[in-house]
């Protein structure tokens, strides 16, 4: 018997590409339980948008509206844990699904051992036009290929190399409330995503990610990120210090210890801006990155550190002369 499913979609000021979200939604093969939506947002047209939309659906559309921004992991937290389905897909606000992505998502949980499954993701611009080329190059650089096909040995690899997309899967809802969004966004910061799949895989206990070789979503390039808020961005910063903090013996397969060299260069670059200068500097001549020190950019990335550290030094000095001098 098919398992009942609940799509989550949160939502920050884009009350247009959010139609186009739930509209992916409403058109699937195999529909969906409910369709949950979290608005984020600072004034009321996607309430409109919604409200206009649950008018004409068969399918439930449920509201619900922060009242003040929040920020992303909050806002996906409270929807994961509305949702009445057995299992739960998240869908971001600018994303969409393929037609018959939820029959392809919901098929590996005919084994009880599978608790998260996901598959290739179309990469397309902002007004919706798909990149073919983009897409094939995007899948094969998070390992979401024919090779790597099915039942994954290792959940926490394939949460690692990101596999495991940002969105547009399904996992099971009893699951995914155990780890929890919000302690996702408190562990990984915009990398909450990421942070909800390796806490995921870390509490599966012997079981499954399951890669479905099929497009089964879209991913907008969107100018303007949900997780962002006009700040600077701490993604791959989180991403890598959380992944290394696993240890040896979750960082030795090759699949792995390629992704870290090819993410150590952005990761060190957030450190430096985000002002964890020594942190950085250890990143650096680590064995992640060693590989790329007397490269044209690995030259690069170490005078942009002394230029930070030196604006840093100036600031002080003129904002706090006296301390300073002491």
């Keep these: 018997m098919p398992k009942s499913i609940s799509v989550c979609i949160p939502t920050f000021n884009r009350p247009n590409a959010l139609k186009l979200a739930i509209r992916s939604c409403l058109d699937q093969t195999l529909p969906p339980a409910e369709i949950l939506v979290g608005d984020d947002s600072r004034d009321d047209r996607t309430r409109v948008v919604v409200e206009a939309i649950a008018a004409g659906s068969s399918i439930p559309i449920r509201y619900f509206c922060s009242g003040q921004t929040q920020g992303q992991a909050a806002n996906v937290d409270r929807l994961m844990m509305q949702a009445t389905g057995e299992l739960i897909a998240l869908l971001h606000d600018d994303d969409e699904f393929a037609p018959d992505a939820l029959e392809h998502l919901t098929a590996p949980f005919d084994d009880p051992n599978v608790i998260a499954s996901y598959g ?23 390992f979401r290929t024919d090779r790597h096909a099915g039942t994954q040995r290792d ?23 155990k780890v929890g969004y919000r302690r996702a966004g ?27 070789n099929q497009y089964t979503a879209a991913y907008r390039l969107s100018s303007n990120s949900v997780t962002r808020r006009g700040r600077a961005n701490d993604a791959a910063y989180y991403t890598f ?13 090759a699949d792995v210890i390629r992704h870290l060299c090819k993410t150590s260069h952005l990761a060190i670059s957030q450190a430096f801006l985000l002002g964890r200068r020594r942190e950085g500097l250890r990143w650096y001549f680590s064995r992640w990155h ?28 003129r904002n706090h002369p006296s301390a300073e001098r002491s």
């Design 120 to 142: 290739k993701q179309f990469v397309m611009s902002e007004d919706g036009v798909r990149d073919s080329a983009a897409s094939v190059e995007m899948n094969n650089a998070y």
């Design 290 to 317: 060693r590989h790329n020190i007397c490269s044209v950019s690995g030259l690069k990335l170490i005078a942009k550190c002394a230029l930070i550290k030196r604006a840093v030094a100036v600031f002080t000095e």
């Design 241 to 253: 210090k959380r992944t290394i903090e696993l240890g040896e013996a979750a960082l030795s397969s």
């Design 155 to 177: 959940a926490i690899e394939a949460a690692i190399v990101q596999q495991f997309p940002n969105d547009g899967y399904v996992v099971s809802a009893a699951e995914a409330r």
């Design 186 to 212: 408190e562990l990984g910061g915009d990398a909450c995503d990421f942070m909800f799949g390796l806490l995921l895989a870390r509490a599966a206990n012997g079981k499954k990610f399951f890669f479905v």
